[in-house]
């Protein structure tokens, strides 16, 4: 029998605690009559890491969009500790902040400083004092090294440190879930990996995450749970080591083959 190492043996016990969260149920998403998601069936449990992979177009960012309210869904429903969220009642800038979502392409206010596109949310929307949000920001500011750009502009930043303030400015809403939409595609290489070095210490600190990415080996180190969709269904679900290793399918065998990871 394979020996588990002492990080699979953290990975079982973290997941033996955690209690549901975010829940989809045959939730199903169309364009036009197109259908995009099909009856996506899915759990993320408090603290869990779970990472989505699946090929370009295949329905990953659109349903992120969905457990954000950004997109309407068309069948199906959507529960936020084990609270209806999807209906015509909801109310989404209470739910979106606790549910925090962080984009490909920043969407930093290019008018506004560092410091004040962090402290928009918990000012204007949360009602929170000034003082009180200014040294929050601060806080988070100095966790991710950019205490010295709190006054620049987001055209004075790199790409790299754009990520990182758009990372802490969905923080600041102090969310329980964090939706993150392939945040390093639209990085150099030499800049993705200060953003992920902030993902894992999110990780480690217990934040519940769902993480679309193509950063494969990424994925296979913080995930707890891999789910793998491909034409708007998933299609297979496990924990990384059997995943990347043994994939069920022939569907997901294919698509880890090109960047070679596999079954045996």
């Avoid at 008018?111 to 004040?116: A, K, Y």
């Avoid at 993150?180 to 600190?205: Q, Y």
């Amino acid at each position: 029998m394979a020996k588990l190492n002492i990080k699979n043996i953290e990975r079982v016990e973290r997941l033996n605690r955690m209690e549901g969260l975010l829940e989809t149920r045959k939730l199903c998403k169309d364009y036009d009559g197109l259908e995009v998601l099909k009856n996506i069936n899915l759990s993320v449990g408090k603290q869990e890491v779970l990472v989505i992979l699946g090929p370009s177009g295949c329905g990953k960012s659109t349903l992120l969009r969905c457990l954000n309210g950004l997109e309407p869904i068309q069948g199906g429903e959507i529960f936020l500790d084990g609270k209806l969220i999807s209906d015509l009642k909801t109310n989404w800038c209470l739910i979106r902040q606790k549910i925090g979502m962080v984009f490909q392409n920043y969407e930093l206010f290019p008018h506004m400083t560092v410091l004040e596109n962090i402290m928009l949310g918990p000012v204007k929307v949360q009602k929170r004092t000034y003082e009180e949000a200014k040294q929050e920001a601060f806080k988070l500011l100095e966790r991710i090294g950019l205490v010295e750009k709190s006054r620049a502009f987001p055209r004075q930043l790199s790409g790299g440190q754009k990520q990182r303030v758009a990372i802490i400015r969905a923080l600041m809403l102090n969310p329980e879930i964090m939706l993150f939409d392939e945040i390093t595609a639209a990085l150099d290489p030499e800049m993705v990996r200060e953003v992920l070095d902030v993902i894992l210490g999110l990780a480690k600190s217990g934040m519940t995450m769902i993480i679309v990415t193509h950063e494969m080996q990424f994925a296979k180190a913080i995930a707890d749970r891999i789910v793998f969709i491909d034409h708007g269904e998933i299609v297979e679900q496990n924990e990384p080591e059997a995943f990347f290793t043994r994939p069920k399918t022939e569907r997901a065998s294919k698509f880890l083959a090109h960047f070679q990871f596999g079954g045996n």
